[in-house]
């Protein structure tokens, strides 16, 4: 079944926003390349503002439902772990030139506050699924871990676009299992 035309201006605005930025991308280049007219866009979305909340949402809806589709058929104490893996897969398939909420927070820091709201608050989401995963691994004595694994998969978010992916995601792998080792073990 073909995409709604909604649904082909969210995967097209996604895309150019993540390639080439949110302020560089204009309404007419998203709609020349959804293959749409500029009325159906506004139909859908009141506002470019409201086209990239919409991107950004989605995006995160998606990636938050692969994080906890992991921790769910998770073995028990692997957790945290089988999170760390399913960002690493995200960054594989989704992501290879960085974070989107991270290009979001910097474009819109100084201006546009609730774009930027939005993408800190998908940040501090992340945050928590580590902070519960730690806690399902019954590690959350170690205080500071699940900060710690965010810092740690932040970074690689990072990392990607100058590393590569695959030297990426297995300095994110020696690091995680650094600080696991680490908790398991007692050491601060």
Not at 5 to 30: M, N, P, S
Not at 33 to 41: D, E, K, Y
Not at 42 to 68: G, W
Not at 129 to 147: P, Q
Request: charged share 20%; aromatic share 6%.
């Amino acid at each position: 079944m073909p995409a709604s035309k909604r649904d082909q201006l969210l995967a097209t605005a996604e895309r150019l926003f993540y390639e080439q930025g949110f302020h560089a991308t204009g309404v007419d280049r998203i709609v020349a390349a959804a293959g749409v007219v500029r009325m159906t866009l506004y139909n859908h979305f009141t506002s470019k503002e409201a086209l990239i909340t919409a991107v950004l949402k989605a995006r995160h809806e998606r990636f938050i439902a692969s994080l906890d589709a992991a921790a769910a058929s998770a073995s028990p104490g692997q957790v945290t772990r089988a999170m760390v893996e399913a960002h690493g897969r995200w960054l594989e398939r989704y992501s290879q030139h960085g974070c989107i909420m991270a290009k979001a927070m910097g474009e819109f820091a100084e201006h546009g506050t609730e774009i930027h709201a939005l993408a800190a608050a998908a940040k501090t989401d992340l945050l928590a699924r580590l902070e519960a995963a730690v806690k399902s691994d019954e590690l959350d004595h170690h205080e500071g871990l699940a900060r710690r694994l965010f810092v740690v998969l932040e970074g690689s978010n990072t990392t990607v676009a100058l590393l590569g992916v695959q030297a990426a995601l297995a300095d994110t792998r020696a690091v995680t299992d650094a600080l696991l080792a680490a908790a398991r073990s007692g050491i601060s």
